[in-house]
């Protein structure tokens, strides 16, 4: 794998030569690792390493979901770009999620309620887990606020939240949403047009207090969809590698005595946003020889929604196991069925709506 990252932006995302489906797949992976230790009944030990050392200011999973958003900012804003049609965006973004979700959904409460919950599979008989199923495939309706009773099954391992990193998803709809709310709104060259709302959206988001309303962990989601949204308008023009990945450690080291002198920890959140965008903006625009099944088949997805029902169940049936153990035994399973998921489920989805919409898009535009 070339890591040169002598190409533009444009030039890697117009492409399958490129390395964001393994981008998308080591964040994916760095959440099961995170979860992994939150989840771990054989210590006291609940963060990574990574999460420890960037803590109280954020944590692994924080900023793997965070380069998330940034992709998917950038994919999706392509997709606006190639087919400015609300009906036809509305098509493929339901494509790329709502199958694989319905089925994920589908498997882990069948399986949850039938071994893990007093009545059995009888609990099937039930309308709850029906409602969970129903509810968490419409994304409770993009609800700000979801009733904590909406995201478990009553009696099913402990009353525990059955999907917990879901709630990501509701955040990603919405900002297809805002998307396309602002192409929709165009009075400027649509390029130009998304440019510059994205633009002052991500500054009032980050420089007007109001925006925020005491929760920094949405405007970071916010945030980083519209960074990753500008990068899409800027990605003819944007060339990334090692120099761009040295100035943003650079910025990081620059700052470190500063930051420790006002609060716990020497990173900011800017400098760590920085970093992690430069090297996943590096990866991704280069040449990936060598990772050419990874370049057409996008498991991540399959991985951050099946991952957290896997590990209350692994957790539930196995002996206590430490954060890297219970990481290691969730893998095995997690992998194969977000393999299953990508080949029978979401590829075909996308090729069944790219073909009822007559639009030619790579498999993995989103």
């Known amino acids: ?57 954020t944590n692994l999973g924080s900023i793997a979901v965070s380069v998330f958003f940034m ?3 950038l994919f999706v804003a392509q997709s606006w770009l190639r087919d400015p049609n609300l009906m036809r965006f509305t098509l493929r973004r339901i494509a790329r999620i709502v199958p694989g979700l319905f089925i994920c959904l589908m498997l882990t409460t069948l399986i949850a309620v039938s071994a893990f919950s007093e009545p059995g599979w009888r609990g099937l008989l039930a309308p709850a887990p029906w409602q969970y199923i ?3 495939t419409f994304l409770h309706g993009l609800r700000y606020l979801i009733p904590p009773e909406n995201l478990m099954v009553s009696g099913v391992l402990n009353g525990q939240a059955f999907n917990g990193p879901l709630w990501t998803l509701y955040w990603e709809a919405r900002m297809y949403i805002v998307l396309a709310l602002i192409g929709y709104s165009a009075i400027l060259p649509m390029r130009d047009w998304i440019r510059g709302t994205a633009l002052f959206l991500l500054l009032a988001a980050n420089l007007i207090p109001q925006v925020l309303v005491g929760y920094i962990w949405e405007v ?30 650079t910025l990081i080291a620059l700052n470190w005595t500063r930051s420790l002198a006002t609060s716990p920890s020497g990173f900011t959140w800017f400098g760590i946003a920085l970093a992690g965008c430069a090297l996943a903006l590096w990866v991704g625009t280069a040449h990936t020889k060598g990772c050419s099944h990874l370049q057409r088949h996008d498991y991540s997805l399959g991985i951050y929604i099946y991952h957290w029902p896997i590990l209350l169940m692994l957790r539930a049936t196995l002996p206590p196991l430490d954060g890297p153990s219970l990481f290691a035994a969730a893998m095995v399973v997690v992998v194969p069925i977000s393999m299953f998921s990508w080949h029978l489920i979401e590829a075909p989805a996308l090729r069944f709506s790219r073909a009822r919409l007559r639009v030619s898009a790579p498999v993995t535009d989103a």
Not at 4 to 21: E, P, V
Request: glycine share 8%; charged share 10%.
């Open 71 to 73: 992709v998917s900012g």
């Open 1 to 57: 794998m070339s890591l040169s990252g002598a190409r533009t932006l444009d030039g890697a995302i117009q492409t399958h030569d490129n390395g964001f489906n393994l981008v998308r797949l080591t964040a994916a992976v760095l959440v099961v690792w995170y979860h992994a230790y939150q989840l771990n009944t054989a210590g006291a030990i609940t963060l990574d390493p990574i999460s420890r050392l960037v803590a109280p200011l």
């Open 220 to 249: 970071q989601l916010w945030s980083m969809f519209l960074v990753g949204v500008l990068l899409k308008t800027f990605a003819t023009h944007v060339r990334i590698g090692p120099m761009q990945v040295a100035c943003a450690a």
């Open 134 to 136: 129903a509810s968490n």
